[in-house]
C-alpha cells in the first residue's frame, strides 16, 4: 500500500496519479546547472546546504574560463595566419603565370638590348666611315686643285711655248699625276665598298609556319624574318624568302623555324668555339 496525501490506495487496478507540484523544484535546478557545466568543464564543489560559491571558487572559475578564451582565440589566430599565408590553387596559377611573364619579359628586354649594342656599334662605324670619306673627298679636291693647276700650266706650254721638250715633260708630269689620282680613287673605292652592305636573298623550303634567319651578323638577337613566296598544293611544303642586307664577309648562321634551331643541309657547315654546328653564309663584293 502506498500513501498519497491523507487517502490509501490498495490494489494494482488503478494507476498512482501523483502531481508535479508534490516534488520540490531543486533538482531541476541542479539539472540545468550540470548541463552548464558540461558545457565549460567541471565546477569547483560547493559547500554547505545552500550550495552557494565562494569569493574564491568565483575566481579561479573565471580565470579558468578566461584561460581557455585566451587559447581559443590564438589557435583560431594561428588558424587565419596559416590560411591568408597558404597560397590558394588560383592565386599559385596567377602567381606562376606571372613568374612566367617576367621571366619572358626578362628574355625580351636581354635580347633588345643585346640588339641595342648592336646598333650602336654598327652606327660607330658608319660615322667612321663617314669621317674617312670626309677626309678622303678633302684629300681629293686638293689633288684635284694641284692637278688642274698643272693641266693649265701645260696647256699653255702646248699653245705658245717655243721649248717642245719642256711642253712634252709638262704633258707627262700630268699624265702621271692623273694616273695616280685614279689609283687612289679606285683603292679608296674598293675600301669603301666594303663597307656597303649587300643584300643577300634567303631561301628556306620546309613544312613551317614561321622562320627567321639568326646569326651572327647581328650577335645572335633578332635576325630576319622570311616571309612565304609559294607552297604546294596541299599548303604543308612552303617556300620563304627574304632579302638580308649584310656587308661582304663570312658569317655563321641558323634558321630558326617554328622556335626550334634547323640547319640547311645543301649550305656549308662548321663548328663555332663551343662546339655548336652552324651554317656558313659567304657574302663577296
Not at 6 to 30: E, H
Not at 80 to 100: E, F, H, L, N
Not at 163 to 182: F, G, I
Not at 252 to 275: C, H, I, S, T, Y
Request: glycine share 6%.
Amino acid at each position: 500500500m502506498l500513501a498519497a496525501g491523507n487517502k490509501a490506495v490498495t490494489g494494482g487496478a488503478r494507476p498512482l496519479l501523483v502531481s508535479p507540484l508534490d516534488y520540490p523544484s531543486r533538482p531541476c535546478t541542479l539539472l540545468r546547472a550540470t548541463e552548464s557545466q558540461a558545457a565549460v568543464g567541471p565546477a569547483p564543489s560547493t559547500s554547505g546546504a545552500s550550495g552557494a560559491i565562494s569569493v574564491k571558487q568565483k575566481l579561479e572559475l573565471l580565470q579558468q574560463l578566461k584561460q581557455r578564451s585566451t587559447s581559443a582565440i590564438e589557435r583560431q589566430q594561428a588558424a587565419d595566419v596559416y590560411k591568408s599565408g597558404a597560397p590558394r590553387m588560383v592565386d599559385a596559377r596567377m602567381y606562376q603565370a606571372a613568374i612566367d611573364m617576367q621571366r619572358k619579359m626578362s628574355e625580351k628586354l636581354s635580347e633588345s638590348n643585346m640588339y641595342t649594342s648592336h646598333l650602336e656599334q654598327r652606327l660607330e662605324e658608319c660615322h667612321e666611315d663617314l669621317e674617312a670619306a670626309y677626309d678622303f673627298m678633302k684629300k681629293i679636291s686638293m689633288e684635284f686643285g694641284t692637278t688642274g693647276r698643272l693641266a693649265e700650266s701645260t696647256a699653255a706650254a702646248v699653245r705658245f711655248g717655243v721649248d717642245k721638250e719642256d711642253s712634252v715633260t709638262k704633258v707627262q708630269a700630268l699624265t702621271e699625276r692623273l694616273h695616280y689620282l685614279e689609283q687612289v680613287v679606285l683603292k679608296s673605292r674598293d675600301a669603301f665598298k666594303s663597307r656597303v652592305p649587300q643584300r643577300v636573298p634567303i631561301t628556306w623550303v620546309g613544312v613551317a609556319s614561321e622562320v627567321r634567319l639568326v646569326g651572327d651578323f647581328d650577335d645572335w638577337t633578332r635576325g630576319v624574318e622570311l616571309s612565304v613566296s609559294d607552297m604546294d598544293n596541299d599548303g604543308s611544303l612552303r617556300t620563304f624568302e627574304g632579302t638580308v642586307p649584310l656587308l661582304p664577309g663570312r658569317y655563321q648562321v641558323k634558321f630558326l623555324v617554328d622556335g626550334e634551331w634547323r640547319l640547311a643541309p645543301d649550305w656549308p657547315m662548321e663548328n663555332d668555339e663551343v662546339g655548336e654546328t652552324n651554317n656558313v653564309l659567304t657574302v663577296e663584293w
